[in-house]
């Protein structure tokens, strides 16, 4: 219905920043919520943050205050602001978007999902 594409991931020193940028195509109207979750490996897949159109945010607790969450609805892109990166951030990071925020990871459609590593 929606498709997504990730960019902006990489390797980054603990303390750095990264910004993760994920451009919808198709069925825009798939798109009212979006957000970024990521899995790191032997971990499941967990929400990271999610901004709905008219810019209601969440954040999981492990990332507030250093990740920021926003979308440009004349692009049709969200992104997340990544500070005070951790080694604990270190995952693979998908894009995420759906009709509601409730069970988004469920309904939703994905990207193709980008590599962030913090490492020193």
């Known amino acids: 219905q929606v498709q997504l594409v990730e960019s902006g991931g990489g390797l980054v020193q603990p303390g750095g920043s990264l910004r993760l940028s994920c451009a919808a195509s198709?069925?825009?109207?798939?798109?009212?919520?979006m957000g970024w979750y990521r899995q790191a490996p032997g971990k499941q897949r967990e929400l990271v943050a999610q901004i709905t159109r008219a810019g209601s945010t969440v954040y999981a607790d492990s990332v507030k205050g250093r990740f920021t969450i926003s979308r440009d609805n004349a692009k049709n892109t969200v992104y997340l602001q990544m500070d005070s990166l951790k080694p604990e951030d270190t995952a693979i990071y998908y894009c995420?978007?759906?009709?509601?925020?409730?069970?988004?990871?469920?309904?939703?459609?994905w990207g193709q999902g980008t590599q962030v590593t913090v490492s020193s």
């Open positions: 198709g069925n825009i109207y798939s798109a009212n919520a």
């Open positions: 995420n978007a759906a009709r509601s925020t409730i069970a988004a990871d469920r309904f939703g459609s």
